[in-house]
């Protein structure tokens, strides 16, 4: 199936579901995560982001995502998560990522307007998507720093929407990378005035640790995308761990299985969370 675009995907998540975007380091992992989108017909994005290209080169893993996206027959879309570098995004949509992210969020507003901005005019050249990012989603998103919340204001937002012209925007509610050392506390006060505000599409990070009922409070209230990637990271670490338990002569290949295994039972239960189940038919 061909490749899709992030923003197509998004355009159809106001019908009660928010698409998951699934983070992947390896072949393993997206196999994974294309078996769930394929049991459950729904849509699905796969992501890698910057801070995890020390572990999987973009020139290796990219060709690998594109590849399994085109295999996949469910709509999906192959997004650079948390792209920091201009240098990042255009080897990212040379490769044919659909979706590109800019994190500008650690840059003064005007500056993070100004070199978004310059991302969305270099993935209009390729028919791509762009994702941006204000505020301050807490935590360390693979080799990045760690950062303090900053509770996105909502005339911040508008003002980001309206001059960049993003696809998407990453919003920041209260959530954080990896997982969390205490119970998140999300303002879905602040949610509520940012969707009212302006027609974005609005993406959210630091899902790993929610509670169902967290996520639904989010989708309902505007969110229409929502990451993951802790969450796969760790169940697929489980699996190696109970194999070599269980196996103590096991080989490359059972470790191999279990990563597959790992990520495709976390990718399946957070769809169905999402409310993904049966929803690719909405994109034929």
Do not use: W
């Not at 594109?66 to 650079?80: D, E, G, N, Q, Y």
């Not at 762009?130 to 950062?147: K, L, N, P, R, W």
């Not at 990896?178 to 505000?197: Q, S, V």
């Amino acid at each position: 199936m061909p490749l899709v675009n992030m923003k197509e995907l998004l355009a159809k998540s106001d019908a009660g579901f928010a698409v998951g975007a699934f983070n992947v380091s390896d072949m393993e992992m997206a196999m994974g995560a294309i078996k769930a989108a394929e049991e459950l017909k729904a849509p699905l994005i796969l992501q890698i982001a910057e801070g995890r290209l020390r572990y999987s080169p973009l020139e290796l893993l990219g060709p690998v995502m594109i590849a399994a996206a085109r295999k996949c027959t469910m709509p999906t879309a192959v997004h650079l998560d948390h792209g920091r570098t201009l240098e990042t995004v255009r080897l990212a949509l040379s490769l044919g990522f659909t979706s590109v992210m800019f994190d500008g969020s650690h840059y003064p507003l005007a500056e993070n307007i100004e070199r978004t901005r310059e991302i969305v005019t270099m993935a209009e050249k390729f028919g791509a998507s762009v994702e941006g990012e204000i505020g301050s989603i807490g935590g360390a998103e693979g080799d990045m720093a760690s950062a303090d919340i900053q509770v996105t204001s909502v005339a911040e937002a508008k003002r980001f929407a309206e001059e960049t012209k993003v696809d998407a925007l990453a919003v920041a509610i209260g959530t954080a990378h990896g997982n969390y050392k205490e119970t998140p506390h999300l303002r879905i006060d602040r949610l509520k005035e940012i969707h009212g505000a302006l027609d974005t599409p609005l993406v959210l990070h630091g899902g790993t640790g929610l509670t169902p009922e967290d996520f639904q409070n989010c989708l309902e209230n505007g969110i229409t995308k929502i990451n993951i990637a802790t969450a796969s990271y760790d169940n697929s670490a489980a699996k190696i761990k109970a194999v070599h338990k269980a196996k103590p002569n096991a080989n490359y290949f059972d470790f191999s299985d279990a990563i597959c295994v790992g990520t495709y039972e976390n990718v399946k239960k957070h769809m169905e969370i999402f409310g993904l189940k049966g929803k690719a038919g909405l994109y034929n």
